[in-house]
């Protein structure tokens, strides 16, 4: 046996390398291979969808209104106003080409920074380039409460009376 061991020729340096590289790229390639498998797997365990925010909202209270003609949601992109005839909710985004809108310093009417449009407290046109009225939303009263669905457009005469 051991006359075999010894007729055996040394592995050289040259195959070990080569080997080592087989192996090497072998390993690598079915890391990467096994990696992108499972990012691919993975990638099915997440839903594929928006989260937003509820279009249904709890937007004021009676009392707020009350106090103050306007509301403005900022994040909401919305606001409460109340005139002579009640309470309503509005759109704040301008419908020229969709900027925040804010209501005058007199709280008769919104103005548009952008190019200049200007809205009467009801949302009408009063100087474009805005082409159409701000858009109402649908308002209901709930105790001592204003809910707000930015889903459903409301007729613009309808008030909730407060
Ligand atoms: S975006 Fe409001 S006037 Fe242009």
């Not at 590289?21 to 079915?30: E, K, Q, R």
């Not at 858009?135 to 309808?158: G, I, M, N, P």
Request: hydrophobic content about 40%; aromatic content about 8%; proline content about 7%.
């Amino acid at each position: 046996m051991k006359l075999l061991d010894d007729l055996s020729l040394p592995e050289s340096p040259q195959s070990t390398t080569r080997r080592r590289f087989l192996s090497t790229t072998t390993l690598g390639a079915l890391g990467v291979t096994l990696a992108g498998t499972l990012a691919i797997c993975g990638r099915f365990l997440w839903p594929s969808v928006l989260f937003e925010a509820p279009s249904r909202f709890l937007a004021a209270r009676i009392g707020d209104v009350l106090r103050r003609p306007i509301l403005f949601l900022r994040k909401r992109r919305v606001y409460v106003v109340r005139d002579e005839r009640g309470v309503f909710s509005e759109s704040a985004v301008c419908t020229h080409l969709g900027c925040l809108t804010r209501p005058n310093p007199g709280n008769d009417g919104f103005f548009c920074p952008c190019h200049g449009s200007r809205f009467a407290l009801d949302g009408t046109v009063i100087k474009g380039p805005a082409p159409d009225p701000l858009a109402h939303f649908k308002t209901e009263q709930r105790d001592e409460h204003l809910w707000v669905d930015v889903s459903v457009e409301e007729d613009r005469d309808v008030r909730i009376k407060v």
